[in-house]
């Protein structure tokens, strides 16, 4: 398969030439689209349901399926995963498109968005914001265990018929970045999310997907 290229500016204004790399891997939620807003408020209203600290288990359930941490965090209420799910369906408000989101999804890139949320969810986020479906997604409800596993990158390097170390990774949180060096790829980091010092297991670090240097469409 030919390679496809990215080129990353990272935090002392060097290129990142990675032309010679076939697949990008990109999360979704504080990669491409901000959806901070509901995910706050469900988070909290499960943390006050079980006395927790809020701003705790948010940090906690970053970048990781909810059913995963919120089995966790309250091992006594099977109900929750199910609850939070809701939740988070019922609720796109405030959800936005992160900056250069759109550009990337439109170019010419094998690409495949590989994320915590289930399918339901990331459909409803994408639609909310109204970017593209690509043709493949690795969603929580079709994987076994959840990043920072290596399993979701894996797969949608399967998916797209790449091998690991011909993929590059876009993320925005430390669990993220944990499941894609796992995998073998090679991990841009974007500071969207979390401050630099939580990031530093990245290969680039970037501000947004801004940063990236598209191919053009022959």
Wanted: net charge negative; glycine share 6%.
């Amino acid at each position: 398969l030919p390679a496809r290229g990215v080129v990353a500016r990272d935090l002392a204004g060097r290129l990142n030439a990675l032309a010679d790399y076939a697949a990008v891997l990109a999360d979704l939620d504080g990669t491409l689209i901000d959806s901070d807003p509901p995910v706050h408020r469900a988070w909290t209203a499960f943390a006050r349901r079980h006395g927790l600290d809020a701003d705790r288990v948010i940090a906690t359930a970053s970048g990781r399926p909810s059913r995963e941490v919120a089995t966790e965090l309250a091992p006594d209420a099977p109900d929750e995963p199910e609850r939070l799910e809701q939740a988070e369906l019922s609720d796109t408000e405030g959800i936005t498109a992160m900056p250069g989101a759109p550009e990337l999804l439109a170019a010419p890139l094998r690409l495949a968005i590989v994320t915590s949320c289930s399918r339901a969810l990331a459909l409803a986020r994408l639609s909310a914001v109204g970017l593209p479906l690509p043709e493949t997604l690795v969603c929580a409800d079709e994987i076994s265990h959840g990043k920072p596993d290596p399993e979701p990158y894996l797969l949608g390097a399967q998916r797209l018929g790449i091998a690991p170390a011909d993929c590059v990774v876009l993320e925005d949180a430390p669990a993220g970045i944990a499941a894609g060096k796992a995998a073998g790829m090679t991990v841009i980091a974007l500071r969207t999310t979390h401050p630099a010092d939580e990031l530093t297991a990245a290969d680039v670090l970037i501000d947004d997907l801004s940063a990236l240097a598209l191919p053009r469409a022959a």
